[in-house]
T-cell receptor, first 114, second 116 residues
Framework: DARVTQTPRHKVTEMGQEVTMRCQPILGHNTVFWYRQTMMQGLELLAYFRNRAPLDDSGMPKDRFSAEMPDATLATLKIQPSEPRDSAVYFC????????????FGDGTRLSIL | AQKVTQAQTEISVVEKEDVTLDCVYETRDTTYYLFWYKQPPSGELVFLIRRNSFDEQNEISGRYSWNFQKSTSSFNFTITASQVVDSAVYFCALTLPYNQGGKLIFGQGTELSVKP
């Protein structure tokens, strides 16, 4: 079965360091979403792309977060500088255009900022 | 604004019991899609079912069944004869229309614990 691949699976780093999370969407999927899961906020959308173009990043703190899609097989989410409150699980999901299509999620990156 | 509410934070049952997970949603759109996802202890999110707003037929898949009622804005999920492997957090989600990107609005999740 095709899967969304996220790397790294786990990341522990100190406050102030740059963090880069990567996502390889399922081949043929043209939408990519980044979600963050925390105990307090649950699952919340950070940003998403359609055909590699960013459509909405209103859920993302602009001053420190950036999301890009350099090509159709790679999406990145960067945090610089990282803060302890960024500790969460970050999920990437991909899908095909259309609100009725299910999004398929990667296994997530568990991020801990010390 | 769109919203999904899963009022049950945690449910604990004994194996072989039936259990229903509640989901209530809010939206002003006439076209929308509802989903259920499962998050087992390993952490991944697994797609279970999709339902569109024009199809109120209930669906059954093995021990799983879903009851969609537009009149009460509910999309409840029932597991029959629960098993320990059903222990997970279950999320109900609403998708915004295509012209709003199709992003998912999740409920807070219901943690189901099935004890042997």
């Amino acid at each position: 079965d095709a899967r969304v691949t996220q790397t790294p699976r786990h990341k522990v780093t100190e406050m102030g360091q740059e963090v880069t999370m990567r996502c390889q969407p399922i081949l043929g999927h043209n939408t990519v979403f980044w979600y963050r899961q925390t105990m307090m906020q649950g699952l919340e959308l950070l940003a998403y792309f359609r055909n590699r173009a960013p459509l909405d990043d209103s859920g993302m703190p602009k001053d420190r977060f950036s999301a890009e899609m350099p090509d159709a097989t790679l999406a990145t989410l960067k945090i610089q500088p990282s803060e302890p409150r960024d500790s969460a699980v970050y999920f990437c999901a991909s899908g095909v255009t259309g609100a009725n299509q299910p999004q398929h999620f990667g296994d997530g990156t568990r991020l801990s900022i010390l | 604004a769109q919203k999904v509410t899963q009022a049950q934070t945690e449910i604990s049952v004994v194996e072989k019991e039936d259990v229903t997970l509640d989901c209530v949603y809010e939206t002003r759109d006439t076209t929308y899609y509802l989903f259920w996802y499962k998050q087992p202890p390993s952490g991944e999110l697994v797609f279970l079912i999709r339902r569109n707003s024009f199809d109120e037929q209930n669906e059954i898949s093995g021990r799983y069944s879903w009851n969609f009622q537009k009149s009460t804005s509910s999309f409840n999920f029932t597991i029959t004869a629960s098993q320990v492997v059903d222990s997970a957090v279950y999320f109900c989600a609403l998708t915004l229309p295509y012209n709003q990107g199709g992003k998912l609005i999740f409920g807070q999740g219901t943690e189901l614990s099935v004890k042997p």
